[in-house]
């Protein structure tokens, strides 16, 4: 069975300031996905990155960075420098890779950037 | 990645009635799939569409409480039946991309 974990249920910071999302995960399979999902408060889940679990390693985009461990089976997430638009849930994901395979979610970090 | 509407985009209905949610997507996709996101939770799949068959409903859920329709490669609708306030819920379509699942606005209901 596949599990993700999100431990942090809200956060806040100040803006301009860093903050890391944490996401623990737990698969028996040897290949899969993982992802992070932003989600305004309008609703919409947009996609922010897609990580295969043969590739370690670490991206940047812009202010956003990604940080997968498979020693740890942490997949966390990085906003340096927050803005208020930041400001929304963020879902980290998980599926098997191999055509689709059902996706599952973790509970969601709530992220509020004050300014 | 493919474009996903969905409407209406956010409803209010009453107690015991049924509406009816359509996604369209700008291109012709196998598998379509509808969630469910009650308040302040995370996303639970309620089945898979795929055109000319019967849908695929995961574990709670019921084909009788959740009818859906999948009549060509871009279109699908989700019906809520016999509504309770329990299903007041973001109710999301989504699609299979080369990246990623992409999802469309959503539905927000409310059930009162």
């Known amino acids: 069975a596949q599990k993700v974990t999100q431990a942090q249920t809200e956060i806040s910071v100040v803006e301009k300031e860093d903050v890391t999302l944490d996401c623990v995960y737990e698969?028996?399979?040897?290949?899969?996905?993982l992802f992070w999902y932003k989600q305004p408060p309008s609703g919409e889940l947009v996609f922010l990155i897609r990580?295969?679990?043969?590739?370690?390693q670490n991206e940047i985009s812009g202010r956003y960075s990604w940080n997968f461990q498979k020693s740890t089976s942490s997949f966390n997430f990085t906003i340096t420098a927050s803005q208020v638009v930041d400001s929304a849930v963020y879902f980290c994901?998980?599926?098997?890779?191999?055509?689709?395979?059902?996706?599952?979610f973790g509970t969601g970090t709530k992220l509020q950037v004050i300014p | 990645s493919a474009v996903i509407s969905q409407k209406p985009s956010r409803d209010i209905c009453q107690r015991g009635t049924s509406l009816t949610i359509q996604c369209q997507v700008d291109?012709?996709?196998?598998?379509m799939f509808w969630y469910r996101q009650q308040p302040g939770q995370s996303l639970t799949l309620i089945a898979t569409?795929?055109?000319?068959?019967?849908?695929?409903?995961e574990s709670g859920f019921v084909i009788d409480k959740f009818p859906i329709s999948r009549p060509n490669l871009t279109f699908s609708t989700l019906t809520v039946s016999n509504m309770s306030p329990e299903d007041s819920s973001i109710y999301l379509c989504?699609?299979?991309?080369?990246?990623?699942?992409?999802f469309g606005p959503g539905t927000r209901l409310t059930v009162l």
């Open positions: 989504s699609v299979v991309g080369t990246s990623a699942q992409f």
């Open positions: 990580r295969n679990s043969f590739d370690e």
């Open positions: 994901a998980l599926t098997r890779s191999g055509g689709y395979q059902k996706v599952t």
């Open positions: 569409a795929n055109q000319g068959s019967e849908a695929t409903y």
């Open positions: 291109s012709q996709v196998t598998m």
């Open positions: 698969t028996r399979d040897t290949t899969y996905y």
